[in-house]
Nanobody
C-alpha cells in the first residue's frame, strides 16, 4: 500500500506559476512510476505528466509540454510538478498517482494508488 498526499495548489493569475508536491509513504517510493493527472468540472480525468522510477525519464501531455516539469526526490519520497505560464484552462483538481510497473503510463485506470487531489485555479 502506498499513501499519497498532494500539496501546493491554490489560486494564481494567468501567466503565474505553482509548484505541486506529492509526498509518499508506505512502500519503497523508488519502485514506483509517478504520474500527475487533473480533472476539471464536468470533464474526465486526464494525464498531465509522469516520471520514471529514477526520475531520468519523463512524459508530458501535449497541452502542458514546455510549461510543466515533473521531477522527484527519492530520498524525500516526494514528486513535484512545477507549473509555469499557467492558463485558465489549467484550472482543475490535480492528482498524483503511483504505479509499480516500469512504463510511463498515460491512462488513469492503470495507476494503482492515488492522492486526494489539490485544487489549482487560474484566473484570467
Amino acid at each position: 500500500q502506498v499513501q499519497l498526499v498532494e500539496s501546493g495548489g491554490g489560486l494564481v493569475q494567468a501567466g503565474g506559476s505553482l509548484r505541486l508536491s506529492c509526498a509518499a509513504s508506505g512502500r519503497t517510493f523508488s519502485n514506483y512510476v509517478m504520474g500527475w493527472f487533473r480533472q476539471a468540472p464536468g470533464k474526465e480525468r486526464e494525464f498531465v505528466a509522469a516520471t520514471s522510477r529514477s526520475g531520468t525519464s519523463t512524459r508530458y501531455a501535449e497541452s502542458v509540454k514546455g510549461r510543466f516539469t515533473t521531477s522527484r526526490d527519492n530520498a524525500k519520497n516526494t514528486v513535484y510538478l512545477q507549473m509555469n505560464s499557467l492558463k485558465p484552462e489549467d484550472t482543475a483538481v490535480y492528482y498524483c498517482a503511483a504505479d509499480n510497473s516500469a512504463v510511463l503510463k498515460t491512462i488513469a485506470t492503470m495507476y494503482s494508488y492515488w492522492g486526494q487531489g489539490t485544487q489549482v485555479t487560474v484566473s484570467s
